[in-house]
């Protein structure tokens, strides 16, 4: 099983609204970051947490992270069209080099 | 645009044939790493250069190799290559100073497109 796994599998939601995604994770990490591919696209990193913060926020972006419970969630505030995208989370897990570990995603659809 | 840079965008080719994908890091990046996506394996890294040497290896078959240029630019070789090799794949760079590379923010290129046929 995946080592980090996003919530949900897929959202759609109005503009506007709020969007909120999960990732649960198994092993200790250094960080965790949370990327957006639009289709068939490269991947654009969104913001990362070290595993020593519990709350970051980057614009309309706001990330938690409980170690405890090996968990982060993302939250898009006031969503828009253009949030439509896949949402990934990947745990940074090597010891001395970057092993990331990328979830399967949340499919988000923001419509009009 | 990330200013990672993959060549080709799209490779088509036949089973049993050898390939080399080609990625540029940005400018001052010295970490190189290598992502293959699929849809029924998703994302899966595979493995990471800094300033030509390994650093780290996922899940990355025998049949592909890797390799970062005293330039920095880095080429993966995928070999005897199998249907289930058609996926696209990833390359992203980031800065990792003094052999440091973890916190770093990755940066992905467009990728290539490859199909096995």
């Known amino acids: 099983s995946q080592q980090g796994e996003e919530d949900p599998q897929a959202l759609s939601i109005q503009e506007g609204e709020n969007a909120t995604m999960n990732c649960s994770y198994k092993?200790?990490?250094?960080?965790l970051q949370w990327y957006r591919q639009n289709s068939g696209r490269g991947l654009v990193h969104l913001i990362l947490?070290?595993?020593?913060?519990r709350e970051k926020h980057s614009g309309r972006l706001r990330v938690t992270l409980d170690t405890s419970k090996k968990s982060s969630s993302l939250l898009i505030t006031a969503s828009r069209a253009a949030d439509t995208a896949s949402y990934f989370c990947?745990?940074?897990?090597?010891?001395?080099?970057?092993?990331?570990?990328f979830g399967p995603g949340t499919r988000l659809s923001v419509l009009p | 645009d990330s200013g990672v840079t993959q060549t080709p965008k799209h490779l088509i080719t036949a089973t049993g044939q050898r390939v080399t994908l080609r990625c540029s890091p940005r400018?001052?990046?010295?970490?190189v790493y290598w992502y293959q996506q699929s849809l029924d394996q998703g994302l899966q890294f595979l493995i990471q250069?800094?300033?030509?040497?390994?650093?780290a290896k996922g899940n990355i078959l025998e049949r592909f190799s890797a390799q970062q240029f005293p330039d920095l630019h880095s080429e993966l070789n995928l070999s005897s290559l199998e249907l289930g090799d058609s996926a696209l794949y990833f390359c992203?760079?980031?800065?990792?100073?003094?052999?440091?590379?973890?916190?770093?923010?990755?940066?992905f290129g467009p990728g290539t497109r490859l199909t096995v046929l």
């Open positions: 092993t200790s990490i250094n960080n």
């Open positions: 400018s001052g990046d010295l970490s």
């Open positions: 947490i070290r595993s020593n913060e």
């Open positions: 250069y800094y300033n030509g040497e390994e650093r």
């Open positions: 992203a760079s980031s800065v990792g100073t003094s052999g440091r590379t973890r916190n770093n923010e990755q940066f």
């Open positions: 990947a745990t940074d897990v090597g010891n001395y080099g970057q092993n990331f570990v």
